[in-house]
């Protein structure tokens, strides 16, 4: 299966009282880069984990084109993309045998080939086969990034992906982005790395409280239009209420 657009209808996630998403609608089509701002507890993560089907919405409807996670099951799962907080990378095995333990949980053709590239752009050919509980941060970042894309995803779902990278690294993860991109991949990225993301997103979004607001496009820094979509609600917040 393939879609070309996701599509979040008034969604709202719960946990007990908790309302981590309150009521939230967007769409994301392919061959743009979405990034998702907010502050810590904002929302981001688990926007991201409804978006990649780990979590099903309290109310509202998620679609990926025609498809939703319960009609699509697996074959949606397949299409999809995901690096979080937890990057799900094995610190007793070699990059390696990581990757090809992902290449053949994907069923990819010619795992051999596909995981070789794979190293090569993480820049961990020379430690292909040394234990990642040995490997930096960054240097599991790049290993993580890369199985999140093993498997040619059409939606990508990056939470707070600049971590632990250095400067080269940081570059290369926007080339990888940009390509992803002219790859009509649909690519969602949650960060706090404003100034860093800025140069390769074509929309940023907000969310706060668990409500999601478009940032206005305009010659202003990001950080700036970010700053000012968030006024409102913190004012707000503020606010005296009446008895």
Do not use: W
Not at 63 to 73: D, F, K, L, N, P
Not at 196 to 206: C, F, G, Q, S, Y
Request: glycine share 8%; net charge positive.
């Amino acid at each position: 299966m393939d879609f070309t657009s996701v599509t979040f209808t008034d969604v709202s996630r719960h946990f007990g009282r908790r309302r981590a998403l309150s009521g939230v609608s967007f769409r994301c089509e392919a061959g743009e880069v979405v990034a998702l701002l907010g502050p810590n507890g904002a929302g981001k993560s688990t926007l991201l984990a409804v978006a990649s089907t780990l979590l099903e919405p309290t109310s509202g409807r998620v679609q990926y084109g025609e498809h939703t996670a319960r009609s699509a099951r697996a074959r949606l799962r397949a299409r999809i993309g995901l690096l979080g907080h937890e990057l799900f990378v094995y610190p007793e095995l070699s990059p390696s045998e990581n990757l090809m333990f992902f290449a053949r949980l994907y069923r990819v053709e010619d795992p051999d080939a596909r995981v070789g590239a794979a190293i090569d752009r993480a820049g961990l050919t020379a430690r292909r086969d040394d234990p990642v509980s040995g490997f930096s941060r960054g240097m599991r970042q790049r290993l993580a990034l890369e199985r999140a894309l093993l498997h040619d995803p059409r939606l990508v779902l990056l939470d707070e992906p600049f971590t632990g990278l250095d400067d080269a690294g940081t570059v290369a993860l926007r080339a990888r982005l940009a390509a992803l991109r002219d790859a009509r991949r649909i690519v969602v990225v949650a960060t706090h790395d404003l100034e860093t993301v800025e140069p390769i997103v074509d929309r940023a979004l907000v969310l706060q409280g668990g409500k999601l607001a478009l940032i206005a496009p305009g010659p202003d820094p990001l950080r700036d239009r970010y700053r000012r979509a968030c006024e409102p609600r913190a004012q707000a917040a503020q606010a005296p209420r009446e008895s």
